[in-house]
């Protein structure tokens, strides 16, 4: 089976950084992905890592380390407009689907 | 707009009901997932269809069942309809079996009353 962990809220200012984590315990990894949700809205995708490393995509970073079964996404220069749930999803190529996170809502003040 | 065009938008139906959710994948995707979120909860997987055969599993109930058609769109079929089946219905589509990003329709919010 898959466990996957991330923090439910949090908390970042304006103008600030943020870095969400994510913990997951999985048998034929294949791979993370970081999406973002909007109340109300439909998923869309942030980022995949397959290999460890940062990955960088302007103000979004993400980062894996498979050996600890960890990943974070990394929001810079936070705006208002960040403030959504942020869903890390595993995809386990011997179950052959990726499995959600629960999300981590995010709430950016000014 | 991601591609991807579920229909109804939103449903309202009775316990007891059957209903049924529609999802066109985007073109040339093969990939078709179907999740449930209900209210402040994540994203649980119900279901993946590629190219037509089921692909994999999640927890979905016996009562709910899913079919890809030979034209790629996919219908989820809702029996039997409890109260605790209110959430909104996402479809995903994606062009492989799953290691590339999945692109999520806007979703079916369905209320059982």
């Known amino acids: 089976g898959q466990n996957i962990d991330q923090p439910t809220e949090m908390t970042a200012t304006e103008g600030a950084i943020v870095q969400i984590n994510c913990t997951y315990q999985?048998?034929?990894?294949?791979?993370l992905f970081w999406y973002q949700q909007h109340a109300g809205e439909a998923p869309t995708f942030l980022s995949y890592n397959v290999l460890d490393g940062l990955e960088e995509k302007g103000r979004f970073s993400s980062f894996l380390s498979r050996s600890k079964g960890y990943s974070y996404l990394l929001l810079k220069e936070l705006q208002m407009k960040d403030s959504a749930s942020y869903l890390c999803?595993?995809?386990?190529?011997?179950?052959?689907?990726?499995?959600f996170g629960d999300g981590t809502t995010l709430t950016v003040k000014p | 707009d991601s591609g991807v065009t579920q229909t109804p938008k939103h449903l309202i139906t009775a316990t007891g009901q059957r209903v049924t959710l529609r999802c066109s994948p985007r073109?040339?995707?093969?990939?078709v997932y179907w999740y449930q979120q209900s209210l402040d909860q994540g994203l649980q997987f119900l279901i993946q269809y590629y190219n037509g055969e089921e692909r994999a599993k999640g927890n979905i109930l016996e009562r709910f069942s899913a079919q890809q058609f030979p034209d790629l769109h996919s219908e989820l079929n809702l029996s039997s309809l409890e109260l605790g089946d209110s959430a909104l219905y996402f479809c995903?589509?994606?062009?492989?079996?799953?290691?590339?990003?999945?692109?999520f329709g806007q979703g079916t919010r369905l209320t059982v009353v």
């Open positions: 999803a595993v995809y386990n190529t011997n179950a052959g689907k990726s499995t």
């Open positions: 995903a589509s994606s062009g492989g079996t799953g290691t590339t990003e999945a692109f």
């Open positions: 073109s040339g995707d093969l990939s």
């Open positions: 999985t048998s034929g990894f294949n791979g």
